[in-house]
């Protein structure tokens, strides 16, 4: 089996913590990627944002970045944010289908969709994302099983179903309203809240640091939830102090800060430490 460390945490039950990638560049992506080698700290995933970020979806772009990862031995498991969103499925779903498809071609681990609303389409991003005959994603990329450290496409075949991570991100009204047909969809592997659209959605000022009352409430519940279908459950903090207390709260995979985020924060508090001499 290829080295997965984010479905390897997911298999011991232990809390994967991860990073956001916002910008790209083999270098750039290699660098994250080795940041804890050698550490008593785990670093499970690194999640490409395709979405928000300034990282390019087409295949080369992609692809370069998810081989800089996957080239750090024991390193973490790259996933990809598509930009296309959940509301577009069911209504001319071409756009999420060949996003995931590229994603997942270009050798990533797990695939995460946004704004997922119902379980229709929760269920079509299942499809894409998996072969015939549980899916139907198309199968012919003669680069996908280099990035997963398999020798043949065919032995990727084989275990691609088996590994690659659905994660389908809750940040809607309506989203929320379906939360448990989501969770029950055979397939998605597990509910990615996002509480900056989600605090939005509902009527609510984005978190600051933390969500309002009333959303967090909101984000405990969509745990259960997630929790009680037997799918995993993953949350989007900004700092290692919300990761920590996420973790214990049961989450099962949580984001703990992002390239832009850690060089701001390294680099504010080495010139406090500087100034104060």
């Not at 990627?33 to 992609?62: F, K, V, Y």
């Not at 119902?118 to 005959?133: I, W």
């Not at 940040?171 to 605090?199: H, K, M, W």
């Not at 049961?250 to 508090?269: E, K, P, R, Y």
Request: hydrophobic share 40%; aromatic share 6%; charged share 15%.
């Amino acid at each position: 089996m290829a080295a997965h460390a984010l479905l390897n945490a997911f298999r011991a039950n232990k809390p994967a913590f991860g990073t956001w990638l916002t910008t790209g560049g083999f270098v750039h992506a290699r660098s994250l990627a080795r940041a804890l080698i050698g550490t008593p700290q785990q670093q499970s995933w690194i999640m490409l944002d395709c979405e928000h970020g300034l990282l390019p979806l087409n295949p080369a772009g992609a692809t370069e970045v998810i081989a800089a990862i996957h080239g750090v031995r024991d390193g973490p498991s790259a996933l990809v944010r598509i930009p296309a969103t959940g509301h577009g499925v069911g209504n001319g779903s071409e756009g999420v289908n060949w996003q995931i498809k590229y994603a997942l071609d270009a050798g990533a681990r797990g695939v995460l969709v946004p704004m997922v609303s119902t379980p229709a389409q929760a269920h079509e991003v299942v499809l894409s994302s998996r072969f015939p005959p549980v899916g139907r994603r198309g199968f012919g990329s003669p680069y996908t099983q280099e990035n997963w450290d398999i020798q043949t496409a065919g032995e990727y075949l084989n275990e691609a179903n088996e590994s690659v991570v659905v994660l389908v991100q809750i940040e809607t009204r309506e989203g929320v309203q379906n939360v448990q047909a989501i969770a029950e969809v055979d397939g998605i592997d597990g509910l990615f809240i996002g509480p900056y659209d989600l605090s939005i959605s509902l009527g609510y000022p984005p978190p600051s640091p933390d969500p309002h009352p009333q959303v967090e409430q909101v984000i405990q519940d969509i745990l259960t939830v997630a929790h009680k279908a037997g799918k995993k459950c993953a949350m989007f903090c900004t700092s290692g102090t919300q990761a920590a207390r996420r973790a214990a709260e049961g989450f099962d995979m949580i984001n703990v800060t992002s390239d832009v985020g850690a060089m701001q924060s390294g680099l504010a508090a080495e010139f406090e430490a500087a100034a104060s001499a």
